[in-house]
């Protein structure tokens, strides 16, 4: 059996084609944009493995130089093209640096005072005035 055309059945289902069609729209566009981050991911891991084939390249010399040594490099290419090297690599040289004393400020390379005295990038150029 066939229901009259009513202005409010019309209404109903414009409604519901409107809110379906906005899901839909939705989807995609999140759907889009977990697309467009696993790729930037995949570029960034990509650009990583890249960096690190570099740094292979360098002597033992100069990767000391810069805080790492070939074991490290060969442990953060080994990780599956999935994952980050880079990442990979941050952790394990940073496990290196647990426990050590860093200083709180380095001291300014600007030459020293003529009364003698060191001065710093932290300390005032000239002491200050006293009333009279």
Known sequence: MLRPFTTEAAMTRGLIIQQSTLSLVRAILVLGAVVASR????????????????????????????????????FALSEPFWRDPGAALIGRVGQRG???????????????????????????????RRAA
């Open 98 to 128: 647990i426990g050590k004393r860093r200083p709180g400020s380095v001291p300014s390379v600007a030459p020293t005072a003529a009364g003698g005295e060191l001065r710093t990038a932290f300390a005032p150029r000239h002491a200050p």
């Open 39 to 74: 790729l930037v991911r995949a570029a960034k891991i990509l650009r990583h493995r890249r960096d690190l084939e570099l740094l292979a390249e360098l002597d033992d010399r100069m990767l000391k130089d810069i805080g790492l040594n070939r074991s490290d490099l060969r």
